[in-house]
T-cell receptor, first 109, second 113 residues
């Protein structure tokens, strides 16, 4: 089986840096996704990590440690438009993906 | 490309009514999925399809049915609607297996009263 844990909510200040953590348990690791979901909208792809380490994409970076069952999403230079839920997700084989409940990030001025 | 489209955007049903949620994609993706999302519960997989004519159950299939007669379309049928089916429904598609990025439609917000 698969299990994903994420904090439910976080608050951060505009212009700051925030780290959103995701811990997971899985019987077979096939990579880890991060999706962004604005309120009332569909999830959209942010990143996919399959190897250990940090991957940077502009203001967003994603880190993976397979040995620790741990990933985080790092958002730099926060903007108001970054207020959204961030979903950690695990491919589970058999064409299925398990999604975490998501971390709702509120960016305040 | 329109991507993944869903209709309707909103719907209110009475208990016991039936309806079909429509989903279409124009990216020639083989894989299509139906999820429901409830507050604090995350996305739950209802049904998925790996190609025309092939469908399989996900985590929460009870009360739903699907069909996939073409690559483009993947409708979700609700029979005998119940209040427990009040949710936001997302359709998604991907090129290949579970390690490929999924592209989501805008969602259908369904209320059963």
């Amino acid at each position: 089986g698969q299990n994903i844990d994420q904090p439910t909510e976080m608050t951060a200040t505009e212009g700051a840096i925030v780290q959103i953590n995701c811990t997971y348990q899985t019987s077979g690791f096939n990579g880890l996704f991060w999706y962004q979901q604005h309120a009332g909208e569909a999830p959209t792809f942010l990143s996919y990590n399959v190897l250990d380490g940090l991957e940077e994409k502009g203001r967003f970076s994603s880190f993976l440690s397979r040995s620790k069952g741990y990933s985080y999403l790092l958002l730099k230079e926060l903007q108001m438009k970054d207020s959204a839920s961030y979903l950690c997700a695990l491919p589970g084989g058999y064409q299925k993906v398990t999604f975490g409940i998501g971390t709702k990030l509120q960016v305040i001025p | 490309n329109a991507g993944v489209t869903q209709t309707p955007k909103f719907r209110i049903l009475k208990i016991g009514q039936s309806m079909t949620l429509q989903c279409a994609q124009d990216m020639n993706h083989n894989y299509m999925y139906w999820y429901r999302q409830d507050p604090g519960m995350g996305l739950k997989l209802i049904y998925y399809s790996v190609g025309a004519g092939i469908t399989d159950k996900g985590e929460v299939p009870n009360g739903y049915n699907v069909s996939r007669s073409t690559t483009e379309d993947f409708p979700l049928r609700l029979e005998l609607a119940a209040p427990s089916q009040t949710s936001v429904y997302f359709c998604a598609s991907s090129w290949g297996r579970d390690t490929d990025t999924q592209y989501f439609g805008p969602g259908t917000r369904l209320t059963v009263l």
